[in-house]
């Protein structure tokens, strides 16, 4: 078998201003913690901030409320806004934490409604995603003999 990564690239690349990002995927470990936070109903939304500097190879300094390293400083050394660069953190949250899908209806619709990623979020958007289900009647002409 050929080797996976000749056919399949795990990063996601978010374009700001004709620059790319490039948000690392993150380890398996790391995976998974987001997949059980983004699902628990019971997470604390204000430690989403953590996830989102690990996935930006950047540190979060509760003490200070600042964030620094990685793609953070590749953003801000760039000029990209504080929103911004929030969006792309979040939605590299949802890409990963839920799916690609979630991710891109994130990235083209959540800017300005940024937020923590709720369960509730997730949950809204897969019963949106589900095709409507036709009701098809038939009814049969009635004839007289």
């Known amino acids: 078998m050929r080797d996976l990564r000749e056919f399949h690239d795990p990063n996601l690349y978010l374009p700001i201003d004709g620059t790319v990002y490039t948000v690392k995927f993150p380890n398996a470990e790391l995976g998974l913690e987001i997949r059980r936070f983004t699902a628990d109903p019971e ?14 190879g ?15 400083d590749e953003m801000v050394a ?3 806004p504080y929103e911004e660069c929030m969006h792309v953190g979040n939605t590299a949250m949802a890409h990963y934490g839920v799916s690609p899908e979630f991710g891109e209806m994130w990235w083209e619709t959540r800017l300005g409604k940024e937020g923590p990623l709720l369960p509730e979020d997730i949950a809204k958007w897969a019963k949106r995603k589900k095709p409507a289900q ?6 049969r002409k009635k004839t007289t003999s």
Request: hydrophobic share 30%.
């Open 43 to 56: 997470s604390d939304p204000a430690e989403e901030i953590y996830f989102v500097a690990k996935l930006l």
């Open 58 to 72: 950047a540190e979060y300094d509760k003490d200070t409320d600042s964030m620094s390293g990685g793609l953070w």
């Open 78 to 80: 760039n000029g990209v």
């Open 134 to 139: 036709k009701k098809t009647t038939r009814s």
